[in-house]
C-alpha cells in the first residue's frame, strides 16, 4: 500500500497533572513553530486555551496542533499532528475522538507518582485501538523520581490490560517536559537528563515508531468528523481525519449523516492547523486532519465520502454516563435579580439573564452537539431535564460554563445511573487510588469503609506514604473529596476511574450533619449570625439576602433545623441597635459550585446563578416540609 511518509499523527495521553500540556508547549517552541521574539512572551500551557482550563489547571478538551519537524539530515520536513487529550476520565469522550484521529500514541507517565486510574484508563483504550505505545517516563528531575520502580510498575500495567508481545516492546523516553529535555538514556533520580539539551530525542522517537498513514490508491473520499468548532464569519467547522481519497476547497462531496441518510454538499472552505493557528488549504490527503466549513448540521461520528461511492466509517462509540442530574431554570424567589438580591439596584447587571426554560433547553441541545459522551432526558416536569455524564466534574464545568454564560438554574443533587440485569440492579462502581501520609492511613480505611469500599491492593514505598486501591460505589465518592481533604489536612491525593457495574450495595450514609435552613426572608445580620454559629457552620456573610428554605449553615447535630438568621438586636436605652459586634463572628464557611452539589442531601438543590450559588430546600414552604417530613414517619 502506498505510504504518506511526510506526515505523522500522534496522541499525547497521560493521567492529569503528568505534564501533557507542558511537554507540547516545548515541542512547538522547538520545531519553530513561532518566530524567537514571539517565543519569549509565551503563556505556558499556550494549548489550555479555554478560561476554565487555565483555572482548573486540567485540560477539558482534546485540542490539535501541528509542527513542522526538519530532520537534522536535512530531509524533507515532516508533518507532526500532535493531539492533547484530557487526562480526567471524566472527559473520556475527548478521549476516544482523539484516539480514532492517529496511528500510535505518546503515554506519559509522572516519575514519582508512576501510573494512575487514568493511565490506565487512557491506555486500555489504545490498546482496544491496537495503537502502537510510546512510553515517556516525564518529570525525571522531580527528588522523588523512582525511574526504575515506575516503567516497571508501567510494565505490569501493560501484562495486566493483556497486551500482545508487539504492544509491550515499546521504545522508553526520559524527559524533562518543563526544561523541554528528552534523552533516550535513563538518567539518575532526580535529575535531569545529562547527555542532551532539547527534544531532538523525543522528536526522532516519534519519527521512527508512529506509522505513517497508508492509503489506496485511487480510492473514493473517506474523511471521519471527530471534532467540532464555531467561527462568527465561517459558522460551524467540523475537524475530520481524510482517511482515503483526497478532500479540495469547492468539491462536492456526500455527508453520510448517524441515522444512514445521504445529501451532497459543497465546502465551502478547507483548513489546516500550523501550530495554534487555522490556515487555508486548496487540498487535504489522506492521513491529513483538516477543517472543513459549510455544512451547518454536522455531527461528530459522521463521514464526508465520494459521491458517486458513498462508503460510511464506523460511528465513534464511547462509554456509558455513570452519573445524572437535574438541571432545571431557576425556581428560587430571588431569581433574576443578581447576586445582592436587591431588585431595581441589580437591574443593569442582570439585562442578559437566561432564566427560561427555552433558553436552558436550547443550550443543553447545543452542548449535546459537541460532547458525545453527554446524554439530555425529558422528565416529568417541562422545566428540568436529566443530563447524564461520566463524572461529577463534567457535570459541574458543564453548569460553571452554563452560569458564566448568563444562565440561571436549580441543580439536583448528583445521583448514579443504574441499569437492571436479569432483575437485579445494579450500579456504577468506580476503582480510586489513594496516596496519603502513614498518619492518615486509618482515618481513609474508615471514611472508604463507611461508603462501602473494599480494598484491593496496598502499597509503601518507604517514603513516609501510602497507596491504597479501593473499589466503591460511584455514589460513595459524591461529596468524597471535602471530607477526605479535611481528614488528611490536605495532604491526601486521590484519583478515580470506572471500573464497570455492580450488583446494588445497599443503603449509604455519607453525610451525618444536617442542615440550617431560613426561616423567613430578609437580610443576614451580624447580631443573628453571633447567636447561631454555636449550632454549627455558617456559609453566609452579613448583609446577604435569603429566603425561606435557603440553607445558610451546616448544623452540629443529624437533623436539619429552621432558623432565623435575619432577627436584629433590638434597641434599648442601654444600647444602640446598629452597634453590632462583627469581632465575635467566626469567618463563614465559602462552598464552591462543587462543594455544594457534594453538599446536597436528597431533599436540597443548589440554585446557580452568575453572581452566586445557593443551597436550597427542594420544598422551601417550612410548614410543607414538616407535613412530609411526618407523613415519612408514619
Not at 11 to 25: E, L, M, P, Q, S
Not at 468 to 492: A, Q
Not at 495 to 503: K, L, N, Q
Request: proline share 5%; glycine share 8%; with cysteine.
Amino acid at each position: 500500500m502506498p505510504t504518506r511518509h511526510d506526515i505523522r499523527n500522534v496522541a499525547i495521553v497521560a493521567h492529569v497533572d503528568h505534564g501533557k500540556t507542558t511537554i507540547v508547549d516545548a515541542m512547538l517552541k522547538q520545531a519553530g513553530a513561532f518566530a524567537a521574539h514571539a517565543a519569549e512572551n509565551l503563556d505556558d500551557r499556550m494549548m489550555d486555551s479555554n478560561d476554565l482550563e487555565r483555572e482548573k489547571g486540567i485540560t477539558i478538551l482534546a485540542k490539535n496542533t501541528a509542527v513542522k519537524y526538519h530532520p537534522k539530515d536535512g530531509g524533507t520536513p515532516i508533518t507532526i499532528n500532535i493531539i492533547d487529550t484530557p487526562g480526567h476520565a471524566d472527559f473520556g469522550g475527548e478521549v476516544e475522538r482523539g484516539l480514532s484521529m492517529v496511528d500510535a500514541v505518546v503515554l506519559l507517565v509522572d516519575a514519582s507518582e508512576g501510573p494512575l486510574p487514568q493511565t490506565r484508563f487512557v491506555l486500555r483504550k489504545a490498546l482496544q485501538q491496537r495503537l502502537p505505545v510510546i512510553l515517556c517516563i516525564n518529570k525525571t528531575d522531580r527528588p522523588d523520581s523512582r525511574i526504575d520502580e515506575v516503567v516497571n510498575e508501567t510494565y505490569d500495567l501493560f501484562l495486566d490490560l493483556d497486551a500482545d508481545e508487539d504492544q509491550i516492546e515499546f521504545p522508553i523516553v526520559y524527559a524533562c517536559g518543563r526544561d523541554g529535555i528528552a534523552s533516550l538514556t535513563k538518567p539518575e533520580d532526580g535529575t535531569v537528563p545529562a547527555d542532551s539539551t532539547n527534544l531532538e530525542p523525543f522528536f526522532s522517537t516519534i519519527l521512527e515508531h508512529v506509522p505513517a498513514p497508508t492509503y489506496e490508491e485511487d480510492a473514493p473520499l473517506q474523511a471521519h468528523v471527530t471534532n467540532l468548532d464555531a467561527d462568527n464569519f465561517l459558522g460551524r467547522i467540523a475537524l475530520l481525519r481524510v482517511e482515503q481519497g483526497e478532500l479540495a476547497k469547492g468539491q462536492t462531496v456526500a455527508w453520510i449523516k448517524r441515522d444512514g441518510s445521504i445529501s451532497n454538499v459543497r465546502i465551502t472552505e478547507l483548513m489546516m492547523t500550523e501550530a495554534l493557528t487555522r490556515k487555508p488549504a486548496e487540498k487535504a490527503g489522506p492521513g491529513d486532519i483538516c477543517a472543513v466549513a459549510g455544512i451547518p448540521d454536522i455531527m461528530i461520528g459522521e463521514t464526508l465520502a465520494d459521491p458517486e461511492n458513498p462508503v460510511a466509517l464506523p460511528l465513534i462509540t464511547v462509554d456509558e454516563p455513570a452519573i445524572s442530574m437535574t438541571i432545571g431554570t431557576n425556581t428560587s424567589p430571588l431569581v433574576g435579580r443578581g447576586g445582592t438580591g436587591k431588585g431595581a439596584d441589580a437591574k443593569s447587571a442582570v439585562k442578559d439573564r437566561k432564566v427560561t426554560a427555552r433558553q436552558v433547553k436550547d443550550r443543553l441541545e447545543r452542548e449535546l452537539i459537541g460532547n458525545v459522551s453527554l446524554r439530555v432526558l425529558d422528565t416529568e416536569r417541562p422545566d428540568a431535564w436529566e443530563v447524564q455524564g461520566r463524572g461529577e466534574l463534567a457535570l459541574a464545568i458543564l453548569v460553571e460554563q452554563m452560569r458564566r454564560e448568563g444562565f440561571e438554574m436549580t441543580i439536583g443533587k448528583p445521583q448514579v445511573v443504574t441499569k437492571d440485569v436479569d432483575g437485579k440492579t445494579y450500579e456504577p462502581v468506580e476503582r480510586i487510588t489513594i496516596d496519603v501520609p502513614e498518619e492518615h492511613m486509618g482515618a481513609v480505611t474508615q471514611l472508604m469503609g463507611t461508603r462501602k469500599g473494599r480494598m484491593d491492593n496496598m502499597s509503601n514505598h518507604g517514603s513516609g506514604w501510602v497507596r491504597m486501591e479501593f473499589v466503591v460505589p460511584s455514589r460513595g465518592l459524591i461529596g468524597f473529596r471535602t471530607e477526605f481533604l479535611t481528614n488528611t489536612r490536605g495532604t491526601g491525593i486521590a484519583h478515580s476511574i470506572h471500573e464497570g457495574h455492580e450488583p446494588w450495595f445497599g443503603e449509604l450514609k455519607t453525610r451525618n450533619n444536617g442542615s440550617l435552613v431560613a426561616d423567613r426572608a430578609g437580610a443576614v445580620t451580624a447580631f443573628a449570625m453571633t447567636n447561631l454559629q454555636e449550632r454549627g457552620v455558617l456559609f453566609t456573610d452579613p448583609g446577604t439576602e435569603v429566603y425561606e428554605g435557603m440553607i445558610v449553615g451546616e448544623n452540629s447535630r443529624a437533623d436539619d433545623m429552621d432558623v432565623n438568621i435575619t432577627k436584629e438586636k433590638k434597641l434599648t436605652n442601654m444600647r444602640s441597635s446598629s452597634a453590632d459586634s462583627f469581632e465575635a463572628i467566626v469567618p463563614p464557611r465559602k462552598l464552591s459550585l462543587e462543594q455544594s452539589l457534594e453538599f446536597c442531601r436528597d431533599d436540597e438543590c443548589v440554585e446557580v446563578t452568575p453572581e452566586a450559588v445557593r443551597i436550597r430546600k427542594v420544598v422551601l414552604d417550612q410548614k410543607e416540609r414538616g407535613r412530609t417530613a411526618s407523613r415519612a414517619k408514619r
